[in-house]
């Protein structure tokens, strides 16, 4: 019999997956379409628009150039009636008041005054208004310079008594010789015109040679500049009143090109016209944003029923895999509850292991300890008795014939005691107890190591400290571990410096020592704490300074951390709770 190998299977996409693929195809082509229509149309629009403004922004134009001229003929017909040149010739103008009221409101014009050749009123349509014109001068303003000068004067302002905008126009009134013997003014008002600019769905602008809009579609923007006015002309226009008490300020305007301006950050095709009777400008700015509504409305209108079904094919094919991704789901769910279960049982385990390692080391910590002082105990204890007698014998107080030795062998006896507490499995009771007294004593202990070593020993106590729980002789005995450790590293270290800082922050105690020896390495404060590990040379210790000292700092209720320094060195923080008081 001759073995065949089995015949690869041929990949085959699931028929599935491949209308998925189609559905999506068919919504990235529907979006591009959608898109490219969008632009296409909003481009178009936007070029119909530009084309079609300029001739609505000539119409708005030549409307306002008829609101302008069409009461030009008044003040010339009223310059040359005998009745005008009569009251200035001589003085009696009272009876020209009526007159110039009737004219007034049969022509549609604001005011019809008559002034001298000083610039008074002596006549005028409102002339029984409290407002009325007549006595008050007007040699300031253009239109009655250009007049009394021999030409016809016209000019825009805000009206000095009453405030309104309106366009003035002028005629000298002479007599049969040429001369000269007052002027005719008649006043168009403009916020009539501003009124007939709204209401079409456009932002129409009408701004003076300055810049300045004189009237506008939007009340909001009269009096405004679309470019900054220059010394000469605001000087100008203060000599010359023409907007009287009215505020000008600065419009958000900027160009785009010749086709586009934006206004208050508003995008906007814009048209320009000028106007014929004044060197004013006409600006037509229709928002760039109603061409693309307009555009967005067509491809939306176009583009919904294909979205519909778009929709409805992706609904369908949802419900297909939403039943193949429950399974799915059930199956990764199962998986990563088992591998979280494994990660849990091997981390236990680890945990287990690691602490059983250190039990035993803390068991043999205890047995050296229980033979330290079993070994130690008798000759120290022997030492206090020889010391003991000498002072009987020479009849000298307790410890005043050697206090420097029977301090060190008081010491002695301390250090065992602390040994043997550690080697029992119950502790005694704590007390509370000052940080600062015991810090002081500890650093008594080294200082004569450190002036040896010749390690400069800087030691910063605040008085003021509060007491923590504990007993003092073992924490007495963490900061001695701590400041020689500091020590011992900085023997090769030019400066030599150890640091000893302690303070209180809130309800903290803080002990800082830092040296600047070699520092840390690698090493963290978890192996540092490890019983029997110790980077000193064989002979100079047995590793078992820090694991000590961690268990002591645990029992008090604080914590040991260890960090590089920097600039080269180590830093050792203990952390203990302060308690206010102390015991009795």
Sequence with gaps: MTDTLPRPKSIVMDPSHRR????????????????ASYLVLAA????????????????????????????????????????????????????????????????????VYVLDLQGKTVASSNYRDADSLVGNYYTFRPYFTDAVSGASGRFYAVGVTTGRPGYFIAEPVKDAEGTIHGVVTVK????????????????????????????????????????????????????????????????????????????DGTAYVWTKAYLEQEEWSLHLLSEVSESRRQALLYVAGGVMSLLVLTVAAAIYRAAQLRHALTISNADRQRLTREIEERRIAEKKLESARSELARKDQLAALGQLSASITHELGQPISAMKNYLAAEEIATGAQPNGLWPQLSGLVDRMQRILDQLRLFGRTTASADTTFPV????????????????????????????????????????????????????????????????????????????????????????????????????????????????ISGQIIDEMGGLLHAENIAGGGARFVISLPAIEGQDV
Excluded: C
């Design 436 to 547: 600062h007294a015991t810090v002081d004593a500890a650093v008594q202990l080294v200082r004569h190591t450190a002036v040896d070593a010749g390690v400069d020993l800087r030691v910063h106590v605040d008085r003021d400290l509060g007491h923590v729980r504990g007993r003092p002789e073992r924490f007495e005995q963490v900061i001695v571990n701590l400041l020689r450790n500091a020590i011992e590293s900085t023997l090769d270290a030019d400066p030599g410096v150890v640091t000893l800082q302690v303070s209180q922050r809130d309800d903290q105690v803080i002990v800082t020592v830092s040296d600047t020896g070699h520092g840390l390495g690698d090493l963290q404060i978890t192996d540092l704490r490890e019983p029997f590990f110790s980077t000193k040379p064989s002979g100079q210790g047995m590793g078992l300074g820090l694991a």
């Design 44 to 111: 178009f629009f936007l070029r119909s628009e530009a084309a079609q403004t300029p001739e609505r922004a000539q119409f708005f134009a030549s409307s306002i150039d008829d609101a302008l001229t069409r009461l030009e003929h008044l003040p010339y017909v009223l310059s040359i009636d005998e009745t005008t040149l009569a009251s200035l010739v001589t003085g009696n103008s009272a009876e020209l008041n009526p007159i110039l009221a009737d004219i007034a409101q049969r022509a549609g014009a604001e005011f």
């Design 188 to 263: 168009i008002g403009f916020e009539d015109l501003s009124r007939a600019l709204t209401g079409n769905g456009e932002l129409v602008l009408v701004a003076d040679e300055q810049g300045v809009v004189l009237a506008s579609s939007d009340p909001s923007l009269i009096y405004g500049y679309l470019s900054p006015l220059s010394d000469a002309e605001r000087r100008t226009l203060e000599e010359q009143q023409q907007f009287g008490s009215k505020t000008l300020f600065p419009l958000d305007w900027e160009p785009e090109g010749d086709r586009r301006a934006r206004l």
């Design 20 to 35: 998925g693929a189609y559905i999506l195809a068919a919504i990235v082509g529907l979006s591009v379409f959608a898109v």
